[in-house]
Structures are given as structure tokens and as C-alpha cells.
């Protein structure tokens, strides 16, 4: 879910709004919902119970995303989600990981509510060792436009000498998207050093990269904490 805010603020700024205006509470619900682009606070309230909905419907083809969150915040969860969001839709998802096998996937799927069994047609998971942009690029070579790409994660595209810097692969993984128009998602590690006693949020500032990277490549940047999701700035902003 993408809001400007929390749940419980804008439901403040409601309760504040209806006094200051002197209007019902559910006239006030709905234009904060208004400012937030939904037509109704119902409908953001569904929204707001399937985070991935909400992000998945700020998405486009050609983008490419960063999902970065501290361990155990739900980046995996999220991108998951976002692949059962493209299926549900009737586009395909791959799911590129060098952390975890594809039990690991089954399981979270499972727990997620869904049997990816019933989704051999559109789910893909590739565990490969060898997973890297150009590998990336090869497996996606004939996926139809609109195809869900999850990367899980971003530092360890860097992690082989062999493979090319990690600027030249997110740049390949960029162009590729743009022409084919997929959308890939980047996992990616924050830095140890984020405190969230001093920013809800971790940002640009906090992405662990341990050699240089252009993050104006990545169109959309999302950060996750404490069970919340943010968008924050694009990198192109």
C-alpha cells in the first residue's frame, strides 16, 4: 500500500478534517481517500490490506524497482506478492534467487494462501548458481511483455569476481527491461547503519552497496519497515 502516510494518521486527518469542515466522518474518510487517488476510503482500506495490490498498481512495464528493507522486514514476502499479483492478472513471474531454493519458495507461497503448483504455466523460479544480468536476460529472452521479474538480491549479483561490475549488470537489466517491457524487481540489503529511531524509512542514503552503482537506473525505489511499505523517491526524480 502506497500512502502518503499511515493508516491511523490519515484517519486523523479525517477526524480533523470533519470537525474543521463540520461535515460527517465518512464524508471526511473520502476526501482524504481522494487525495490519496482512490475514490473511496473503502476501497483504500481493501487496498491497504493487500500491500502488494497497492504496488503492484503503481507499477509499469519497462520499470525497474528496488525493494530494499533491513532483514526480516518482509522484502522476500513482498516480492513474492508481487509475483502472485502478476498471475492473478494472467502475466508471468519469475523469481531469480541466489538466498533461497525452491522449497523455501513453495512454503512462503503456502503461507501466502497460494498453491504455486496451480501456476506452473506462469510461475518460473530459477535457483541457479550462475545467476547474474546476463543469465537474467537469457531466461527471460522470450517472456511476453508485461512479465514480472523478481531479483532476490541486488548485492549478490556483485558477489563473483567472473560476473561484470554491478553498474554494467543493473544497467543491462535497465535496457533489457525498457525494450522488452518487463518489470524487474531488486531485492536489495539496507545498511546496518539505518536507524529507525531516526527515520521511519530507509532511503537512497541507505542502500548497502559495496562498490558504485548509478541508482537513477532504478525507476521506482520501495522501502519496508516495521510492517509499513513507502514508496520514496524515484531514482530519475
Given at each position: 500500500m502506497?500512502?502518503?502516510?499511515?493508516?491511523y494518521r490519515?484517519k486523523?486527518?479525517a477526524?480533523l478534517l470533519a470537525?474543521?469542515?463540520?461535515?460527517?466522518?465518512?464524508?471526511?474518510l473520502?476526501r482524504v481517500?481522494?487525495?490519496?487517488g482512490?475514490?473511496?476510503?473503502s476501497?483504500?482500506?481493501?487496498?491497504?490490506?493487500?500491500?502488494?495490490?497497492?504496488?503492484?498498481?503503481r507499477l509499469?512495464a519497462g520499470?525497474?524497482v528496488?525493494l530494499?528493507?533491513?532483514p526480516g522486514q518482509?522484502k522476500?514476502?513482498?516480492?513474492?506478492?508481487?509475483?502472485i499479483?502478476?498471475?492473478?492478472?494472467?502475466?508471468?513471474a519469475?523469481?531469480?534467487?541466489l538466498?533461497?531454493?525452491e522449497?523455501?519458495?513453495?512454503?512462503?507461497?503456502?503461507?501466502?494462501?497460494?498453491?504455486?503448483?496451480l501456476?506452473?504455466?506462469l510461475?518460473v523460479?530459477?535457483?541457479s548458481?550462475?545467476?547474474?544480468a546476463?543469465?537474467?536476460i537469457?531466461?527471460l529472452?522470450?517472456a511476453?511483455?508485461?512479465?514480472?521479474?523478481?531479483?532476490?538480491?541486488?548485492q549478490?549479483l556483485?558477489?563473483?569476481?567472473?560476473n561484470?561490475?554491478?553498474a554494467?549488470?543493473?544497467?543491462a537489466?535497465?535496457?533489457?527491461?525498457?525494450?522488452?517491457?518487463?518489470?524487474?524487481?531488486?531485492?536489495?540489503?539496507?545498511?546496518r547503519?539505518?536507524?529507525?529511531a531516526?527515520?521511519?524509512?530507509?532511503?537512497a542514503?541507505?542502500?548497502?552497496l559495496?562498490?558504485?552503482?548509478?541508482?537513477?537506473l532504478f525507476?521506482?525505489?520501495?522501502?519496508l519497515?516495521?510492517?509499513?511499505?513507502?514508496l520514496?523517491?524515484t531514482?530519475?526524480?
Amino acid at each position: 500500500m502506497i500512502l502518503s502516510a499511515p493508516i491511523y494518521r490519515l484517519k486523523r486527518n479525517a477526524r480533523l478534517l470533519a470537525r474543521e469542515q463540520r461535515i460527517p466522518l465518512h464524508a471526511a474518510l473520502d476526501r482524504v481517500a481522494h487525495r490519496e487517488g482512490y475514490s473511496s476510503w473503502s476501497l483504500l482500506a481493501a487496498r491497504a490490506a493487500r500491500p502488494a495490490a497497492g504496488l503492484s498498481a503503481r507499477l509499469n512495464a519497462g520499470d525497474l524497482v528496488l525493494l530494499g528493507a533491513r532483514p526480516g522486514q518482509g522484502k522476500t514476502l513482498l516480492g513474492l506478492e508481487l509475483a502472485i499479483e502478476a498471475m492473478k492478472a494472467g502475466r508471468r513471474a519469475f523469481f531469480f534467487s541466489l538466498e533461497y531454493n525452491e522449497r523455501d519458495v513453495i512454503d512462503r507461497f503456502r503461507a501466502l494462501g497460494t498453491n504455486p503448483s496451480l501456476d506452473a504455466d506462469l510461475f518460473v523460479f530459477d535457483g541457479s548458481d550462475g545467476i547474474c544480468a546476463d543469465h537474467i536476460i537469457a531466461r527471460l529472452a522470450d517472456a511476453p511483455r508485461g512479465t514480472l521479474a523478481v531479483i532476490d538480491y541486488l548485492q549478490l549479483l556483485d558477489q563473483k569476481r567472473t560476473n561484470p561490475e554491478l553498474a554494467v549488470q543493473v544497467a543491462a537489466l535497465k535496457s533489457f527491461a525498457d525494450r522488452r517491457g518487463l518489470t524487474i524487481a531488486v531485492l536489495s540489503q539496507i545498511d546496518r547503519a539505518y536507524d529507525p529511531a531516526e527515520k521511519p524509512f530507509p532511503d537512497a542514503a541507505d542502500i548497502r552497496l559495496p562498490n558504485p552503482l548509478d541508482l537513477t537506473l532504478f525507476d521506482r525505489m520501495c522501502f519496508l519497515n516495521a510492517g509499513r511499505i513507502h514508496l520514496g523517491e524515484t531514482g530519475r526524480s
